[in-house]
């Protein structure tokens, strides 16, 4: 991997889990240092990982201190955070580093105002599943991203799943599918849950029998070599149980409601880049 040093700003869950994903890939954890918030969390990280981890409420520069040296600067804070810590980064940013944000709705533009001229910057969308290595990454380069550096963002988060090079203009959007994604998936599995239990299942077993025949549906969509429309139609008898149910849903315009939700999410996705 060309990576040499890494520093991985912000240790929730995303960071922890490209983190994860970098360590499994075989990846020497001597040559990344992560930052956190509280000391204690610093040490269980060191402890459990063998990483650098610099703590915020004793180090206030950890930031600053964890770029530099680094080749690969990951910014995995919360997007209202994302320009001020570039900024407090920028002195002691390499020349060359290459700077990833995790963050929906900060621009590429606005990450390179922060940091000097030669600083590239990669804005990248992971989803959720990357803690268990099935994420879904769209990726977009600013303007003074090499060959190279590009080839390194991927490889990065080849680590936890699957990556899509795209035009920044289309981030936003797929932030609203991928990013947003799981959240509208364990949303359907909570509704049909509670429908299980209306008819009569105990909670336990409603959750069993929703959560087993959502992953069992989409392992199946993985295996075949079929469209989710073709195998719907594989379950859904003439006159059948299933018809009556996908009528219901049809007639709930199930279509019209996802664009909406989606467009939604798009919207605020905007009014973060905006700063509302």
Do not use: C, H, W
Request: net charge negative; aromatic share 4%.
């Amino acid at each position: 991997m060309n990576i040499n040093r890494i520093a991985i700003l912000g240790s929730g869950s995303m960071g922890t889990a490209i983190l994860s994903g970098l360590l499994a890939s075989g990846f020497d954890s001597s040559k990344v240092t992560i930052t956190t918030k509280s000391e204690a969390n610093a040490d269980k990280l060191a402890d459990e990982l063998g990483v650098t981890a610099l703590a915020l409420e004793t180090q206030p520069t950890a930031n600053a201190d964890a770029v530099a040296g680094a080749d690969v600067v990951l910014v995995a804070v919360k997007p209202a955070y994302v320009v001020e810590v570039l900024k407090e980064a920028a002195q002691t940013l390499s020349a060359d580093a290459l700077v990833i944000s995790v963050a929906a709705g900060i621009t590429t533009a606005s990450m390179e105002a922060a940091v000097p001229k030669t600083v590239a910057v990669v804005r990248s969308m992971p989803n959720t599943p990357a803690i268990v290595g099935r994420a879904v990454t769209g990726i977009s380069t600013g303007s003074r991203v090499s060959d190279k550096q590009l080839e390194t963002a991927l490889e990065l988060f080849e680590t936890v799943g699957r990556v899509v090079v795209l035009p920044e203009e289309q981030i936003d959007a797929l932030s609203t599918i991928s990013g947003s994604g799981p959240a509208y998936v364990f949303y359907l599995i909570e509704q049909l849950t509670l429908a299980a239990q209306e008819m009569g299942f105990a909670e336990d077993v409603a959750a069993m029998l929703v959560e087993e025949t959502f992953a069992g549906a989409t392992e199946l969509l993985s295996a075949s070599n079929q469209s989710p429309e073709a195998l719907r139609n594989q379950v859904t008898s003439p006159n059948g149980t299933t018809m009556q149910a996908v009528a219901v849903l049809e007639q709930a315009e199930l279509a019209k409601l996802f664009s909406k939700a989606t467009a939604a999410a798009l919207a605020r996705a905007k009014e973060i880049a905006s700063g509302k």
